[in-house]
């Protein structure tokens, strides 16, 4: 048993054997293996891993993927034997405009997109944003020295359309409901269907620095919705139910962020990672970088999961983004992929989970 970690936070890890996963010889390892490869290639490592990824080449079958997790690494059980928990996350696809070829309102889309300001002074590494989502880490400059940046409330009320942004081109889109922006800046990415037939994916490009609030933590602790009884499409049927009282409870996550549009071929396969890899569905994991590294294989087995395929979710997955609310050593987020159909399951996945990384053999 070792206590190892990153930066100022140690955590338990339990060397095991490949034979003590359950359900690790019945995984499919191809897709993992390429979401592994993808990561080598976009944050390159000088580790024998991904030399040897490299050299194998995309094209690999399981038995070749599996053979390749069990030579290079070594799986450790992480923290004690109580279960972590495990939840899931999705890439929206809205309805937006571009009117005229100019990003522009009009009568029907009035929500901005915004790019990251150019005064937004961030002092927290984006890749560590849970470790610091207990404090306030995004400020800009005034004439009587640094304050905190502006709240959702604020930047919503128009605080910055007059003062920052109009007439600097940080509008990427305009969209055409509130609740729609909120659940793109919760997943952190979104495909906009254009009102001229094109589409545009965007991607996380900051926050305004405030910490991130669930909304539905604050709908359980007001006795509106079970904890048992709560998901995502019944939150949303709520906000719905009443627009001036979902605004008002949107805004109480004073979080508020910020995109930037991907390139045709940047942003052809897939919305991107933390690292900048594109995310494979079922594959990528956002985890929790003060205890384990971008790019580390994770297994993940959740008893109580089922995936698409309707078998109980026994995968191994590789840490390729993260999230203000993915916070601990065993807390994980499940990327689902694209469209309404992940969101579905995005929305519904929350659930007891243990965790094996697998590191580097010495």
Request: proline content about 5%.
């Amino acid at each position: 048993m070792t206590g190892l970690g990153l930066g100022e936070h140690a955590i338990t890890l339990t060397p095991v054997d490949f034979a003590a996963l359950d359900g690790w010889r019945d995984d499919d390892h191809t897709l993992a293996f390429h979401a592994f490869g993808n990561s080598c290639r976009v944050a390159p490592r000088d580790d024998a891993a991904c030399a040897a990824a490299t050299a194998l080449g995309d094209d690999v079958d399981g038995k070749t993927a599996r053979a390749f997790f069990e030579s290079h690494f070594v799986p450790h059980a992480v923290g004690s034997e109580a279960p972590g928990l495990v939840t899931g996350y999705y890439e929206p696809e809205v309805e937006g405009a571009r009117v005229n070829g100019a990003r522009a309102r009009d009568a029907r889309f009035t929500v901005p997109v915004y790019g990251r300001p150019g005064d937004l002074i961030t002092i927290a590494p984006e890749s560590e944003r849970a470790r610091f989502n207990d404090r306030i880490t995004g400020f800009r400059e005034t004439a009587g020295g640094r304050v905190p940046y502006y709240t959702r409330a604020e930047i919503e009320a128009g605080a910055l359309d007059d003062r920052r942004l109009a007439g600097r081109g940080l509008e990427i889109v305009y969209l055409d409901d509130w609740i729609a922006l909120f659940y793109m800046q919760v997943q952190g990415s979104g495909l906009v269907h254009l009102d001229d037939g094109s589409t545009v994916r965007l991607t996380y490009a900051g926050k305004n620095g405030y910490p991130y609030t669930s909304i539905g933590k604050v709908l359980i602790e007001r006795g509106e919705m079970g904890r048992d009884e709560i998901d995502m499409d019944k939150v949303r049927a709520w906000l719905r139910a009443d627009p001036e009282r979902g605004r008002t409870l949107m805004q109480e996550n004073r979080s508020y962020v910020f995109f930037r549009a991907l390139g045709e071929e940047e942003g052809r396969d897939g919305p991107l990672g933390a690292e900048g890899v594109k995310l494979t569905p079922g594959r990528s994991l956002a985890i929790d970088t003060a205890f384990h590294a971008l790019g580390t294989p994770v297994f993940v087995t959740a008893p109580e999961l089922q995936g698409p395929d309707k078998q109980t979710f026994r995968r191994l997955m590789i840490g390729q983004d993260v999230g203000s609310a993915i916070s601990g050593p065993q807390r994980g987020d499940i990327f689902w992929g694209t469209g309404q159909a992940a969101g579905a399951i995005a929305g519904r996945t929350r659930h007891a989970a243990r965790f094996h990384v697998l590191l580097p053999k010495p």
